[in-house]
């Protein structure tokens, strides 16, 4: 009758051995009398020494880091080779690890997932783990809340500053280098962290306080290190939160709040929104970076008072609104997110499009009774929406072949504009308008052939505009002179000589 393969994996602890459990130095010692195979992560930790001055012997994976050039790489090595040693031998088969087995020791993780599959049983011995030294040496109470992370692995979107927080796997400068960029990212560069080595190592232990811009600076990095970031309630530090913005905007929709804001609706601020967007847009014509920033987190509020409101009667948070927006660009991106290609733009246009269609399947609408003109919000700016009706207009074919047709047709509307100028019916000024307006559609038709956005063009000759009228004021200021004093054909000298000196950006 066969016996079951057996591994079992015991945390070697901090490095004191008085704080080595009893259980596993009695595991550490059976291997020596049971002939079990005794293997260990790395042979660089202090209890090393105790097994040596016992004479237990043990094999190591060390040789496995210089083998591998990924830690994964390391570590799917070492579960593999456990898991095969533990079929082949007919004893147990004992796995030693730096600290607690189930606290940031990944080999542990793959041995538990594989270990059912190859018929193996597993069995994990605690060991004193880095994070309770840490609570110690740092001197901070966990029930205050505290996070545990990776920084082989971190991402600024899981820190939270008004936790504690505590970075393991700081093995080597280039790590602690890259942990200081991603940190950057959240902290003040002045922020106060602490990198602690061989915590509770009599002899080794260090605990060396820096500005978080040295953290690479410090010596002495290694397999027992970790660095602790206090939590802050510092505004400079919980500004640079999503949560800080969403707690502020629900304050001043709050009755304690403003008096302003708890007065707005959606009809109120619908305006603003508009007026917001504009700003934005004028930063860019500008290429005033410092401004967009300014701008764009004012077009920004407008978004969270909109969320706010409707959270307030329950119908959907600022964190529905961000979820439903990143599925959407998930979905709508297969080419980036599954396993679609789109080797340009006009194919990612079409994936686009193609998803919009199957999303509108689902929720029972029939394209086929749409109008290919459907999806054109009813508000947008004038020349912007004729644009984006030509353009779905084109989509089907209903089209001018080429420019020279366009122009043909403009030459044409400007015709009719002119008889209707001069007509002397009842509906002239109705004619008026409805020809002017087709003189506009036939520009608009004319820059999409030329493909320029005809909202740049006009914004365009607005600035070239004002910058051209403003230098003619300054001359008139120049001279002493008003408006009312200059003659037509004198402003026309000056706004020729505008054209010359001033340069559009």
């Known amino acids: 009758m066969s016996t079951q393969a057996h591994i079992t994996v015991v945390g070697l602890g901090?490095?004191?051995?008085?704080?080595?459990?009893?259980?596993?130095?009695?595991?550490?010692?059976?291997?020596?009398?049971?002939?079990?195979?005794?293997?260990?992560?790395?042979?660089?930790?202090?209890?090393?020494?105790?097994?040596?001055?016992?004479?237990?012997?043990?094999?190591?994976?060390?040789?496995?880091?210089?083998?591998?050039?990924?830690?994964?790489g390391v570590y799917e090595s070492i579960a593999e080779a456990l898991i095969q040693s533990a079929k082949d031998s007919s004893t147990e088969v004992i796995y030693a690890v730096p600290g607690h087995p189930m606290v940031a020791e990944y080999t542990v993780q793959l041995l538990e997932q594989r270990c059912p599959e190859e018929g193996i049983s597993l069995q994990v011995m605690g060991g004193e783990s880095f994070?309770?030294?840490?609570f110690l040496r740092f001197g901070f109470d966990p029930i205050d809340g505290f996070q545990l992370l990776d920084a082989t692995s971190l991402s600024r979107y899981a820190l939270n500053p008004q936790m504690h927080t505590i970075i393991g796997q700081v093995y080597d400068t280039y790590t602690a280098s890259d942990l200081k960029i991603s940190l950057?990212?959240?902290?003040?560069?002045?922020?106060?962290?602490?990198?602690?080595?061989?915590?509770?190592?009599?002899?080794?232990?260090?605990?060396?306080?820096?500005?978080?811009?040295?953290?690479?600076?410090?010596?002495?990095?290694?397999?027992?290190?970790?660095?602790?970031?206090?939590?802050?309630e510092e505004d400079e530090v919980r500004y640079r939160t999503f949560g800080r913005l969403h707690e502020i905007v629900q304050i001043l929709r709050s009755p304690e709040g403003c008096p302003w804001d708890r007065e707005q609706t959606h009809a109120s601020l619908r305006k603003n929104l508009i007026e917001e967007a504009y700003e934005v847009l004028e930063t860019i014509d500008e290429d005033d970076p410092e401004h967009m920033c300014e701008e764009l987190g004012d077009?920004?509020?407008?978004?969270?008072?909109?969320?706010?409101?409707?959270?307030?009667?329950?119908?959907?948070?600022?964190?529905?609104?961000?979820?439903?927006?990143?599925?959407?660009?998930?979905?709508?991106?297969?080419?980036?997110?599954?396993?679609?290609?789109?080797?340009?733009?006009?194919?990612?246009?079409?994936?686009?499009?193609?998803?919009?269609?199957?999303?509108?399947?689902?929720?029972?609408?029939?394209?086929?009774?749409?109008?290919?003109l459907d999806g054109i919000p009813r508000e947008l700016p004038g020349l912007m929406k004729a644009l984006k009706l030509q353009k779905k207009a084109a989509t089907v074919g209903f089209d001018w072949s080429e420019l020279r047709e366009v122009l043909a047709k403009l030459d044409e509307e400007l015709v009719e504009l002119r008889e209707a100028i001069d007509s002397k019916s009842e509906?002239?000024?109705?004619?008026?308008?409805?020809?002017?307006?087709?003189?506009?559609?036939?520009?608009?038709?004319?820059?999409?052939?030329?493909?320029?956005?005809?909202?740049?063009?006009?914004?365009?000759?607005?600035?070239?505009?004002?910058?051209?009228?403003?230098?003619?004021?300054?001359?008139?200021?120049?001279?002493?002179?008003?408006?009312?004093?200059?003659?037509?054909?004198?402003?026309?000298?000056?706004?020729?000589?505008?054209?010359?000196?001033?340069k559009l950006r």
Not at 356 to 366: M, P, V
């Open 299 to 372: 077009l920004l509020l407008q978004v969270m008072l909109h969320a706010q409101m409707e959270e307030e009667i329950g119908t959907f948070t600022v964190y529905d609104v961000i979820a439903t927006l990143n599925e959407k660009l998930i979905r709508r991106h297969p080419h980036v997110f599954g396993n679609n290609k789109a080797e340009d733009a006009d194919e990612a246009l079409v994936n686009w499009n193609a998803m919009k269609a199957e999303e509108k399947r689902k929720k029972g609408i029939d394209v086929t009774k749409q109008s290919v």
């Open 184 to 232: 950057m990212d959240t902290y003040p560069d002045e922020y106060r962290v602490v990198v602690g080595h061989s915590l509770g190592v009599a002899g080794a232990e260090q605990v060396i306080e820096v500005p978080l811009h040295e953290l690479d600076h410090v010596k002495g990095y290694g397999n027992l290190s970790l660095v602790w970031v206090p939590k802050s």
């Open 14 to 72: 901090t490095g004191d051995e008085d704080q080595l459990t009893l259980g596993v130095w009695k595991k550490l010692q059976s291997a020596a009398k049971s002939q079990a195979a005794l293997y260990l992560r790395t042979e660089d930790h202090p209890m090393v020494r105790m097994l040596d001055s016992n004479q237990i012997p043990y094999q190591t994976f060390d040789a496995n880091y210089v083998a591998h050039q990924s830690f994964e």
């Open 427 to 502: 509906e002239a000024a109705q004619d008026r308008l409805e020809e002017l307006g087709d003189v506009l559609f036939s520009i608009v038709n004319v820059a999409r052939f030329l493909k320029i956005d005809p909202e740049e063009a006009i914004a365009h000759t607005n600035r070239k505009f004002i910058q051209r009228f403003s230098y003619m004021e300054d001359q008139l200021r120049l001279k002493g002179l008003s408006f009312e004093q200059t003659g037509l054909s004198e402003m026309e000298n000056y706004w020729q000589e505008a054209k010359k000196v001033t």
């Open 131 to 134: 994070l309770d030294q840490a």
